[in-house]
């Protein structure tokens, strides 16, 4: 089964250029995460969708940072304009619902291989 | 602010010794989950605890959940160089919620 799916997988841009990731979860998930990873910060949730509806987008940095997922098998992660910090590894993850009462939130999160961003 | 401290924050031993991997807050979680990542991958769960005082055992790798929820221990028996690669804790703050947020990591290398 294919896992999840992010594209690009190398983006070099120049400040000020609209950038936009892509991610294609794995079937039948009904969690999808944003991800950002830096060496200084670590692995930073930016935004997450439950079907298809922003759950919490607190990690956002600012408004340049905008997600949208129009369907269940795909979602944007779009940064415009982009800056020389926002340059990281960004990670889309994918997960489903599992158990209930204290079980519930426990599922694996299944995370695509990343599309590093370079802003020049 | 960094809910979750993992220590060490770089670890080189030889193959064959054991260590141990620190995940600390002080916040009580409802869940934890470790994660391994490799280079050019993401990250791959390795197990979830979610019981105070909880032990899980996978292979060589025994996981530990603290008897308050606030910490977490990853001991790694006998390292083999396959073992190389960044150990990640999460933690989930609230039942029923996937906001997990990540440790600041445990970079691990295993020399032959």
């Known amino acids: 089964d294919a896992g999840v799916i992010q594209s690009p997988r190398h983006e070099v841009t120049e400040m000020g250029q609209e950038v936009t990731l892509r991610c294609k979860p794995i079937?039948?998930?009904?969690?999808l995460f944003w991800y950002r990873q830096t060496m200084m910060r670590g692995l930073e949730l930016l935004i997450y969708?439950?079907?298809?509806?922003?759950?919490?987008d607190s990690g956002m940095p600012e408004d340049r940072f905008s997600a949208k997922m129009p369907n269940a098998s795909f979602s944007t992660l779009k940064i415009q304009p982009s800056e020389p910090r926002d340059s990281a590894v960004y990670f889309c993850?994918?997960?489903?619902?599992?158990?209930?009462?204290?079980?519930?939130?426990?599922?694996?999160?299944?995370f695509g291989e990343g599309s590093r961003l370079t802003v020049l | 602010t960094q809910l979750l401290e993992q220590s060490p924050q770089f670890l080189s031993i030889q193959e064959g010794e054991n260590l141990t991997v620190y995940c600390n807050s002080s916040s009580v979680f409802s869940s934890l989950q470790w994660y391994r990542q490799e280079p050019g991958e993401g990250p791959v769960l390795l197990v979830t605890?979610?019981?105070?005082?909880e032990v899980k055992k996978l292979k060589r790798l025994t996981f530990q959940f603290g008897d308050a929820r606030k910490d977490s221990s990853l001991h790694i028996t006998a390292a083999q160089p396959g073992d190389t690669g960044l150990y990640l804790c999460?933690?989930?703050?609230?039942?029923?919620?996937?906001?997990?947020?990540f440790g600041t990591g445990t970079r691990l290398k295993v020399l032959a």
């Open positions: 605890v979610v019981t105070g005082g």
């Open positions: 993850a994918s997960s489903s619902r599992v158990g209930t009462g204290h079980q519930m939130g426990t599922g694996e999160l299944f």
């Open positions: 969708f439950n079907n298809n509806v922003p759950i919490d």
């Open positions: 079937s039948g998930h009904d969690y």
């Open positions: 999460a933690g989930a703050r609230i039942v029923g919620t996937y906001k997990y947020i």
